[in-house]
């Protein structure tokens, strides 16, 4: 099983193990849940008991906040290289990675009400006009240089997912894409970043063999270091000068109103704030891959273009779209990211201690033919009443549920849908390459 996709391997040991089974990975106690049913005890009825992160090393590497020569320090003093030593917990600073906490109560709160498409519709509407004309301007010069826009195409996604979330959290418009050293460099930067924390390795389990890692390592290090400097000199410093509590005009001014305002218990620190930003504006790393992978899966089913079209421009369904949204994220079998105890709990009669590292498999409801007619094609409709109204069944995920569930799921759903239907209405879209090659379980596409 060492090569199959581990989600699919975790589901074979369910067959003989059962939807609850303990593994052993590495140094890390892990128990595996398959079912819904134990799914939804996990997220929701025990959510309080099942609300931490795994504390992996290349998380806290990732994550580290040196913006002067990368010189991190480790828990276990680890030793990787003479230029980074690691820090404990340096993962605490992000919203996505951190165990649950009063810091995380306070970090989504401040998020919630900009990641709600209806209150900033028109922001984000702008933002994606804006970027989606460059997009297209850009597509059909790469049609004239090189006859097809597929050379360039997951770079080309990515500057406008980008340049669109740079646009709506933080009004920063990147003007012109191809001379803005800083936003491209930003732009490679997150995707290496989405591309690693969507893998696993092998440090993650076995932290001791760190020093025969230090040079992928000593990678993951630099990676956010280019995308802190951009964001503390484009956008933290101008938005500190022309701050106006009065008229909060982004999500940027609303964190360091924050820093102003809040009452000192449950204040966030500078760092905080400036990782709230960051993992926001990474989330575009999250669209753009989607956005790929769907144009990946729409160009291999014949007509499908076209259906999307006519459902959308001509029959007026705006539900069609995201059905196929719905299904790039099905068939992808998008994961969620594992949880933790954060106390001792009983989860079905098995006790689980404190610090268990709990995956949930949800590979099995997402791509067994007893949960969907025919998982290995691509039907949108699976997602549409008769009556064509979006549906989406009770046992079908992507985005979690419960505390920690993704609060970015209407954003995403707003600029892929908006970006697809853009590249549908001005090209035409034939295959070239075959989605089963992409991996799986993951939405990430590798960054080369
Ligand atoms: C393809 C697109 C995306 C998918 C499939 C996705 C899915 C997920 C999943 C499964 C989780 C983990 C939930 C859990 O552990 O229970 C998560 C967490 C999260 N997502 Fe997303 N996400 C996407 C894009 C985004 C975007 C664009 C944003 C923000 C703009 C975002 C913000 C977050 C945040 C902040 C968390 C962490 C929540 C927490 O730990 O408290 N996501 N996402």
Redesign the pocket.
């Known amino acids: 099983m060492v090569n199959m996709n581990p989600f699919a391997a975790m589901t074979n040991l369910s067959k003989k193990y059962g939807d609850i089974y303990r593994l052993q990975l590495g140094t890390v106690k892990t128990v595996v849940v398959s079912s819904m049913r134990l799914i939804r005890k996990v ?1 929701i009825e025990q959510g309080a008991d099942f609300g931490d992160r795994p504390n992996f090393m290349r998380y806290n590497i990732l994550f580290s906040n040196d913006r002067g020569n990368c010189t991190l320090s480790v828990s276990h003093h680890c030793f990787i290289s003479p230029f980074v030593v690691l820090q404990h917990n340096q993962q605490q600073k992000t ?2 990675f951190c165990d649950w906490s009063r810091v ?1 109560k306070t970090r ?1 709160a401040l ?1 919630r009400r900009f ?1 709600h498409t209806g209150i900033y519709g028109d922001k984000i509407t702008t933002a994606i006009g804006r970027s989606e004309v460059q997009l297209l301007k850009t597509l059909q010069q790469d049609m004239e240089t090189f006859g097809c826009a597929e050379k360039r195409l997951k770079l080309n996604i990515q500057k406008a997912c980008a340049s669109i979330f740079f646009d709506f959290f933080c009004s920063e418009i990147i003007e012109d894409w191809e001379s803005d050293q800083d936003f491209l460099q930003a732009v490679q930067k997150f995707d290496e970043i989405f591309w690693e924390i969507n893998q696993s390795h092998p440090t993650d389990v076995l932290p001791g063999l760190a020093p025969l890692f230090r040079s992928h390592l000593n990678q993951v290090a630099g990676m956010g270091k280019s995308i802190r400097d951009l964001v503390v000199r484009r956008i933290i410093e101008p938005h500190m000068e022309r701050l106006d509590k009065d008229n909060l005009e982004d999500f940027v001014d609303i964190l360091l109103a924050h820093l102003e305002e809040a009452e000192p218990e449950s204040m966030l620190t500078m760092d905080q704030v400036l990782f709230e930003l960051e ?2 504006l990474g ?2 790393s ?2 753009s ?2 956005v790929g992978r769907a144009i990946v899966e729409i160009a291999t089913v014949p007509g499908l273009s076209k259906t999307i079209y006519e459902q959308h421009f001509e029959m007026g369904n705006k539900d069609y779209i995201l059905a196929v949204i719905y299904e790039t ?1 099905r068939k992808t079998s ?4 594992p ?1 933790v105890a954060s106390a001792d709990a009983y989860l079905d009669g098995y006790l689980i201690e404190k610090g268990t590292m709990v995956i949930i498999n949800n590979y099995e409801l997402n791509t067994s033919p007893g949960c969907w007619n025919e998982p290995h094609l691509f039907i949108p409709e699976r997602f549409l009443t008769e009556s064509g109204k979006f549906c989406k069944p009770s046992h079908f995920i ?5 505390r ?6 209407q ?2 759903e707003k600029v892929t849908a908006d970006l697809i239907l853009g590249i549908i209405k001005n090209f035409d879209i034939t295959p070239t390459c075959n989605p089963n090659i992409l991996p799986q379980s993951c ?1 990430a596409i590798h960054p080369e």
Do not use: E
């Not at 992507?398 to 419960?402: D, V």
């Open positions: 997220l919203l996505a995380q989504r998020a990641c993992d926001f989330g575009h999250a669209v891959n989607l994220l998008s994961p969620i990211v949880h992507p985005f979690s549920n419960g920690r569930a993704c609060m970015g799921y954003l995403v939405v």
